[in-house]
């Protein structure tokens, strides 16, 4: 089985993009991010005829995730809500940045991370509560799905080697001590950083900046990214990015992940 993971930037401006990659890479499931439709405007009809069954959770303009898989997915939620409860939940699911589903035994949770806009504003404490959250929803899971894979754009770079220049970028949203934490706090509870499990050498990035030629200068972030549980992981066979969808003309600013197990 082939997961993707592609923070599209709008569905609508690079449905063409996605299409053709899929037509090319045709993987089982793709876990879109920041498709910024509602759900009656996404485009599902150019998927459903590549073959695919399209789950989605959008709102206008801003955030939104999917789900294409191949073949049926089962118990499909969106929010944390659905598991935690309204009470805890309040209006974090306001936002839509979560989906998930079940194939073959195989928990699929979809997420887009909050970027927090900078440290210490107001989005980055909701960005810190929201992981707070994304925790308790995940111990949950995890006791119910052994087999998960969670992917997604975390907007967190996990280690200095994922950024092209740790030091002159140690201020930003993404590498704070506080987001990092939060993200270890998370896989503590048996989750593997899958793209690692094969590629420990720094220069490897999901994103680049479209301003000062990010892309061509390699100035990246990784911060898209495949988290198995520890079962799951067992299984992985690969896990690789594909850099080819952001040397198109207009592209989004990030390029699809791949595990494959």
Known sequence: ????????????????????????????????????VIDQDFPGSPFAELGYHVYISGQKSYNGVAILSRSPMEDISSGFAPILGVDIVGD?????????????DIRILNLYVPNGASVGSEKYNYKLDWLKLLKKYIKIILDKSPNLCICGDFNIVPEDRDIYDPEGCKNSIGLSDAERQA???????????????????????????YRAEGFRRNHGWRIDHHYLSLPLSQKAISCVIDKSPRQLPKPSDHTPVIVEF
């Not at 090319?24 to 910024?36: D, G, R």
């Open 92 to 104: 974090f699911d306001i936002q839509k940045r979560l989906i998930t589903g079940v194939i073959n």
């Open 1 to 36: 089985m082939k997961i993707a993971t592609w923070n599209v930037n709008s569905i609508r401006a690079r449905q063409q993009q996605v299409i053709e990659w899929l037509q090319v890479n045709p993987v089982n499931i793709i876990c879109l991010q920041e498709t910024k």
């Open 183 to 209: 993200l270890q706090e998370i896989l503590k509870l048996g989750l593997v950083d899958t793209f690692r499990q094969f590629t420990k050498e720094g220069g490897h990035y999901s994103w680049w900046d």
